[in-house]
């Protein structure tokens, strides 16, 4: 691809997000500049968790981005689109990958790419975004405490170019970007349920009241995950709310 791409690539930093985030508060940077490393010393994860990445093994990368026409109610589609690209990057090698809800990227039971949106809200808008995303490529193993993390590598037995690969996620991510306005918002949610991992299948959860079974539904405008149980009805819930239960981990 020719890269009309602002990328701004560091050889070790703290984090790409944390890197974005001083970026931005000293200047204003281009719509889509990535920030590119390939080893982080203190990558971050959803829910307060620590990212590993092998150093020069993976993809790790920041995208700032200032979503024109989002308001910050519609927040969960910048989420979406870019959970669709990501994952219609990967399905372009082989077929198979899904969205764990909200936006882990998953082939069959292992994880593969982890998203850490950072959304700065003003009123209704977003002002600005940063989309962290690791995405593991090269590194054969992982630590015990991470059962369920898998790669590239491992699923297709090719060892890939970092660079090229960076190029060929981020025009994928562009193209799902592009999508994302109010009057799409019915195909980018009919395309993401059906990228949805376990969608209509009985899974297995935790909340804070114990395990349960269900089946995934949808999710609401807002990001709540809908959850019908054949006992109590539909059920939605944050993020932090739930666990998904995987019987192989
Ligand atoms: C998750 O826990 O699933 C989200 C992981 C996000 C990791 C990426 S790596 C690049 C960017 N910089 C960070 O510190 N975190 C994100």
Redesign the pocket.
């Known amino acids: 691809m020719k890269s009309t791409l602002n990328i701004l690539s560091f050889e070790k930093i703290?984090?790409?997000?944390?890197e974005a985030k001083k970026l931005l508060q000293k200047t204003k940077l281009p719509d889509f500049t990535v920030i590119f490393?390939k080893q982080?010393s203190?990558?971050?994860?959803?829910?307060e968790?620590i990212?590993y990445?092998e150093p020069n093994k993976n993809l790790?990368?920041?995208i700032i981005a200032y979503p024109k026409n989002l308001k910050a109610k519609n927040q969960f589609y910048l989420s979406k689109v870019i959970s669709l690209g990501i994952v219609n990057y990967l399905n372009s090698k082989t077929e198979g990958f899904k969205i764990k809800w909200p936006?882990?990227i998953y082939f069959r039971e292992k994880?593969i790419?982890?998203?850490?949106i950072e959304n700065s809200v003003s009123a209704y808008d977003i002002k600005n975004s940063i989309i962290?995303?690791?995405l593991n490529i090269n590194q054969k193993k992982f630590p015990d405490y991470l059962p369920q993390a898998d790669s590239l590598i491992n699923i297709t037995s090719e060892v890939y170019n970092l660079e090229k690969e960076l190029n060929a996620i981020l025009k994928h991510i562009l193209i799902s970007y592009k999508n994302l306005k109010p009057e799409n918002f019915y195909k980018i949610d009919k395309e993401y349920f059906s990228k949805l991992y376990k969608i209509n299948e009985l899974s297995e959860f935790r909340d804070k009241n114990g395990n349960f079974s269900g089946i995934i539904k949808g999710t609401l405008p807002e990001g709540k995950l809908i959850i019908e149980t054949s006992n109590s009805g539909i059920r939605y819930y944050d993020f932090k709310e739930i666990e998904f239960i995987n019987r192989t981990s």
Not at 14 to 18: E, G
Not at 42 to 47: L, T, V
Not at 113 to 116: I, P, S, T
């Open positions: 703290t984090s790409t997000n944390d490393t982080q203190k990558g971050r994860g959803q829910r968790n990212w990445s790790l990368f920041s936006n882990d994880k790419c982890g998203v850490l962290g995303i690791g």
